[in-house]
Every structure is written in C-alpha cells, then in structure tokens.
C-alpha cells in the first residue's frame, strides 16, 4: 500500500514583509485545490507558522512548521522545527542546527543571486537534506534546470515549493512523496519529512498543478474579497472601540498599500 501525499513547502503569509494573505486563506486555498499540506515559510519569524500548522487539521490538512530562514550565504528552509534558527550564520552550520533538532533544512532557489540563493561554491559546503529543484517564482526555467542538475548530481532530493507571496499561487508548484504502509488518518508531519529525507519525492511544477485548480486559480481573488469582508464585518466591533487612531492603524494594515 502506497500513500501519495501532495506538499508546497515554501508559502509565505502576511507574517512576511512581502507578503500580504493571512494564514487562514492560505489554509483553505490548499485545501481546495488538493493539497495534504502546506508549510507556512515566512522570512526570519516563526510565530505564525506555528499558529497555521495548529489551524491546519480543521482545513484537513497536515501541519508542518517552518520558517526560511537568512544565513550568512543565503535562504534556506527549515521544516519541521517550533524555534528559530539562528540568522546570519553559515549555512552549512544553520543546516545542522536545524537537523539537530528534527528538522528539514531545504535549500531553495539555489543560484539565484537576486533572490538570496546561495552560490554554487558555498553550497558545495553545505549538506542539506534536499534541494528545492522548481521554484514557480522562478524568471526563467534555466536555475530551476540547474538547481535539478546539482541535486542529481551529488544525490539530494528534489523539492518543488510555489515560494507563493499571495494566495492565488499557492500549488503553482509542489511535491509529490510516496510514503509506503500508511494510511491517511495515520499520516502525520514527522511522517511527511522522513520521506522527504529518504528522498521519495517527485516535482510538480506547471500552470495548473492539480487537475482541478484552474478554476480555483481563477476564483481566488473573489475568495480573497469575501474573506475580509467576512474579517472586516468580524472586527466592527473592536474598530468602533479603539478611536480613530487605532482605526486608521487597523485599516492600513488591510489596505494594498501596506504591501
């Protein structure tokens, strides 16, 4: 008996700088569109992956904390782990931190200097556990060929991740795991990063990753809407509350310009 498990290991939520979708709709957006799982991947805090992976079973998915954490040599994944790496550090030694600690180091968007992917010399001294192989975020599809490349060549596994930044693109790429002699209910997150390390990974990365999505791709702007006026209509109460100038505080915050 084989279980496929669909997983996007590279999500960002409004915990990001750059990013703007709160970590609810990120939730139901994997879920309609068939994923098992998504990691919550925010740059350099992990308060909020933490909280989605705990709002995770209500969505019927499994939950996996994570961060992407800024090392001295670039970006890297650590799935699977409640406290944060420590930044600005040598990533070789950031990567045996967090396997120290039971986790997943993943190294995305390798060469990719513009996105702080680490060099192809500094990573030759690193041992991660996978590589992420298919950045859907990625200009062209030449680094995502190389990245390919250098996992095949000295043997890691090959991750694909959205690197999504808003909910419309969560999926755009994933991972597939067979993950043998388990059933649904039993799957959990420890499960899902021991296949990973044991490399029985495949990568999806294309359009319309799941058969299903498109229209769902299509919707999720309408999806967005309807979740903060459901939020705004939630939170009246507390805006009449706290006076004009928590107010205005609150509104910024949900407005596009507060990026």
């Known amino acids: 008996m084989s279980l496929t498990v669909r997983i996007d290991p590279h999500v960002h939520s409004d915990a990001s700088y750059d990013a703007s979708d709160p970590s609810e709709l990120l939730l139901e957006q994997a879920a309609e569109i068939g994923l098992d799982a998504v990691v919550i991947t925010d740059h350099d805090v992990i308060h909020e992956s933490i909280r989605a992976a705990e709002l995770a079973p209500m969505y019927g ?28 550090a040598p990533m070789g030694e950031t990567a045996a931190w967090v396997r120290d600690r039971g986790g997943v180091a993943i190294v995305p968007h390798p060469f990719q200097r513009s996105r702080h992917g680490v060099r192809r010399n500094r990573l030759e001294t ?6 992420e192989v298919y950045n859907s975020w ?23 991740g959205s690197d999504a930044h808003k909910v419309g693109y969560v999926g755009r790429a ?9 059933t649904r209910a039993e799957l959990t997150g420890d499960i899902v990063l021991d296949a990973i390390r044991n490399g029985a990974t495949r990568v999806e990365g294309r359009r319309t990753p799941i058969p299903m999505s498109a229209r769902h ?22 805006l009449a509350k706290t006076g004009v100038l928590g107010a205005a505080r609150m509104l910024y915050r949900l407005s596009p310009l507060s990026g």
Do not use: C, Q
Request: hydrophobic share 40%; net charge neutral; glycine share 14%.
């Open 138 to 160: 990625a200009f062209t599809g030449w680094k995502n060929r190389r990245a390919r490349r250098y996992a095949d060549t000295f043997g890691y596994p090959g991750v694909a």
């Open 217 to 238: 791709y299509a919707g999720a702007g309408a999806k967005k809407s309807g979740f903060y006026a459901k939020y705004g209509a939630y939170r009246s109460g507390a």
């Open 126 to 131: 690193v041992d991660p556990d996978a590589i």
């Open 61 to 88: 998915l499994v939950g996996i904390p994570g961060v992407e954490v800024s090392t001295a040599d670039g970006h890297l994944l650590a799935l699977g782990i409640e406290e944060m790496p420590p930044r600005r």
């Open 174 to 182: 994933y991972t597939e795991i067979e993950i043998d002699d388990v």
